[in-house]
């Protein structure tokens, strides 16, 4: 999936308990961003990324935080995580002279 | 609040049919519209775009018919073929230079073309 891997694949979590995701690049592309995807909303933006340490919030951003310390590392946290959180997670990253070619192969995530 | 509406959900063709799915958005600030393909268990990957300044764009066999006006858009498979079986989105966003991948998206068209 050009450059970009995300672990874990999958996981299963209880509800309150925390969970990171990591998205990871190989194309020192500037910006990363965060989708979840659930049946009849296609993919909506979380949260994303324009530069290391330079974070913005998506359209559901409640509930979730991320960190960007280095260009090719952006991790997606759950603080408690919650059963509307069960979900697949995508990564994407981009140039800034257009949109993402390639999303990640994503992270399907249930909170139990 | 959906801002692009997609249809239809689903969408059945044969082999060399002309599937067409539609997207209209609300929000007039979109200026940027790509159109992503998935297939089964892997992450969404761009297939074409186009800017509102243009009414037609086509890339191999596939079309993106813009309507300004009536704020929709529309994509359009020629020849269809079997390995074209997959999840179609659209989706918009305000490109403003660096804001590419701020996307809204449709729900999705699940398409089944048929040998």
């Known amino acids: 999936d050009a450059g970009i891997t995300q672990s874990p694949r999958h996981k299963v979590t209880e509800t309150g308990t925390p969970v990171t995701l990591r998205c990871h690049q190989t194309e020192n592309h500037r910006y990363m961003y965060w989708y979840r995807q659930d049946p009849g909303h296609g993919l909506r933006l979380i949260h994303y990324?324009?530069?290391?340490?330079?974070?913005d919030k998506g359209e559901v951003s409640d509930g979730y935080s991320v960190s960007r310390s280095k260009t090719e590392d952006f991790l997606l946290t759950l603080e408690s995580a919650t059963s509307s959180q069960t979900s697949v997670y995508f990564c994407?990253?981009?140039?800034?002279?257009?949109?993402?070619?390639?999303f990640g192969p994503g992270t399907r995530l249930t909170v139990t | 609040q959906q801002q692009v509406k997609q249809s239809p959900q689903s969408l059945i063709v044969q082999k060399g049919g002309i599937p067409i799915i539609n997207c209209a958005y609300e929000n007039t600030a979109f200026d940027y519209f790509p159109w992503y393909q998935q297939f089964p268990g892997k992450g969404p990957a761009l297939l074409i775009a186009?800017?509102?300044?243009?009414s037609e764009k086509k890339e191999g066999r596939f079309t993106i018919s813009f309507n300004k006006s009536a704020k929709q858009f529309s994509l359009h498979i020629m020849d269809s073929q079997p390995g074209d079986s997959a999840t179609y989105f659209c989706a918009a966003c305000n490109a403003g230079g660096t804001s590419y991948g701020k996307l809204t998206f449709g729900q999705g068209t699940i398409l089944t073309v048929h040998p």
């Open positions: 990324s324009y530069g290391v340490k330079d974070t």
């Open positions: 186009i800017r509102p300044d243009v």
């Open positions: 994407a990253i981009s140039r800034s002279d257009g949109p993402p070619k390639y």
